[in-house]
């Protein structure tokens, strides 16, 4: 006789058991397992043969397993780049943030982008693989394209979305560094830094720099020279130092020695007091003394006040110019003095 199969759970079967199977005879059942969602599943395979044979039951189960792709970053954006020529690579990291292995079948690029990867074999849970996506523009202006990753996991392919700008020609690619701002604000006698980036654009070359603009009192510094790369970029520093506004000595008074000031000054209060009694004494006395008192503080070097010859208070803008050759390129920060 044949028997019936029935199978419950995300478990499915095939057998050659549809004739009749001989004594001492046997014919073959074969289950697969399909879960539909991850963890433990269970499930019954159940023989009826009819009449007075008694029905047969095998337990079954499995666990499902899932992997979940996390990109870092989910888009990739490439500084300006001379037409046809490749840029440094920029990476993406592929996570398996579930709890099956995750297999990767195809990493493609569309648009004016390629990449390599280490995505060879499959990727256990809470590890990763790198892709390394390059930039070579054949137009010029705004180009777009996509890394697509085909894999074992829900929602395949994940996409990445890819831009970058195509120059007209090679350039030395004088920019604000990735992650940094162009402009700063500080207190009269601080200084600020910006992180700028060269590079990247076609020109293998050895650029100068210098900076301008700087307010009263204050310095801007920049690197004298920088190697210029073409195909990737490099960071400097520009630093500005600014000065304190403090009080400080008279004009009048810089050139003469301390002691001459105050030996003036007490012999100046004694004939005053000689000549003065009653009430004409206490008048002068109430407005020498003060006087007196400004004129020796003024001679402490600094203190408190406003002094003109600091940087004063205001928005300033710096042009940072760097040259190579016929090649100049230049750009603007904004330095906030308060």
């Known amino acids: 006789m044949s028997p019936t199969v029935l199978i419950t759970g995300e478990f499915s079967q095939t057998n050659n058991c549809s004739s009749s199977v001989s004594g001492g005879q ?8 399909a879960p539909t969602s991850s963890g433990a599943q269970t499930g019954t395979l159940t023989l009826s043969f009819g009449g007075t044979i008694p029905s047969q039951t095998a337990q079954l189960a499995g666990t499902g397993t899932n992997s979940t792709v996390v990109l870092a970053p989910a888009s990739l954006v490439f500084p300006p780049q001379a037409l046809n020529t490749t840029s440094s690579g920029q990476q993406v990291t592929i996570t398996n943030d579930g709890n099956g292995p995750l297999t990767i079948t195809a990493l493609t690029t569309t648009g004016d982008f390629a990449q390599t990867n280490t995505c060879g074999a499959p990727v256990t849970p809470g590890t990763n693989c790198m892709t390394q996506v390059t930039f070579t523009p054949t137009a010029q202006g705004s ?3 996509t890394l697509s990753i085909a894999d074992n996991a829900s929602g395949s392919p994940q996409i990445v979305m890819l831009s970058g700008i195509g120059g007209s020609s090679a350039s030395l690619g004088l920019s604000v560094a990735a992650g940094s701002s162009g402009s700063a604000t500080v207190a009269a006698g601080a200084t600020a830094s910006y992180m700028l980036a060269i590079g990247g654009a076609g020109m293998s070359e050895t650029a100068s720099l210098t900076c301008t603009g700087a ?11 920088v190697t210029v790369s073409a195909s990737a970029l490099s960071n400097f520093t520009v630093s500005v130092s600014t000065a304190t506004r403090t009080l400080s000595v008279p004009e009048m008074f810089k050139e003469v020695p301390p002691f001459w000031i105050w030996g003036s000054s007490i012999l100046a209060l004694a004939a005053l007091l000689r000549k003065c009694s009653g009430k004409r004494l206490r008048w002068s006395m109430a407005v020498a003394v003060p006087a007196l008192l400004l004129l020796l503080s003024s001679c402490g070097g600094s203190g408190g006040g406003t002094n003109p010859h600091g940087t004063p208070a205001g928005t300033y803008q710096l042009n ?12 603007t920060l904004t330095l906030t003095v308060q």
Not at 26 to 33: E, H, L, M, P, Q
Not at 325 to 330: D, E, F, L, V
């Open 26 to 33: 046997k014919c073959d059942i074969n289950v697969v397992f």
């Open 143 to 145: 180009r777009t394209g």
């Open 215 to 225: 307010p009263a009192g204050a310095t801007c510094s920049v690197p004298a020279t």
């Open 320 to 331: 940072v110019k760097a040259t190579s050759g016929s090649t100049t390129q230049s750009i």
